[in-house]
């Protein structure tokens, strides 16, 4: 019904940019948060940043000031900034979505199935 599709990862040097890119399809009535996670090898998914529909945005410490999200509406598409990259960025993005389903009252969570992001000389 909904499908989350991320682009934009690969292979970076330290101090390095990407830019990720995650655009919704399917029968979508309105999409309501959106959000940026990752998860690191041996270790937990964590949120990176998120942004309302509104554009109101929350990041965590480790990506503050280095990191920006955004999103088109009208493209129903997220994206994440990513400046000064460090080897601890490294992991596997995912995103991460509250959608309407069209014929739906409610809201419901969707995930993509990740881009790789390494960042390593």
């Known amino acids: 019904q909904v499908l989350l599709v991320e682009s934009g990862g690969g292979l970076v040097q330290p101090g390095g940019s990407l830019r990720l890119s995650c655009a919704a399809s399917g029968s979508i009535a309105s999409i309501n948060s959106m959000a940026w996670y990752r998860q690191a090898p041996g270790k937990e998914r964590e949120l990176v940043a998120s942004?309302?529909?509104?554009?109101?945005?929350n990041y965590s410490d480790s990506v503050k000031g280095r990191f920006t999200i955004s999103r088109d509406n009208a493209k129903k598409t997220v994206y994440l900034q990513m400046n000064s990259l460090k080897p601890e960025d490294t992991a596997v993005y995912y995103c991460n979505a509250d959608v309407r389903i069209d014929g739906y009252y409610l809201y419901r969570n969707f995930w993509g199935r990740g881009t790789q992001v390494t960042v390593s000389s």
């Open positions: 942004i309302s529909r509104g554009g109101t945005t």
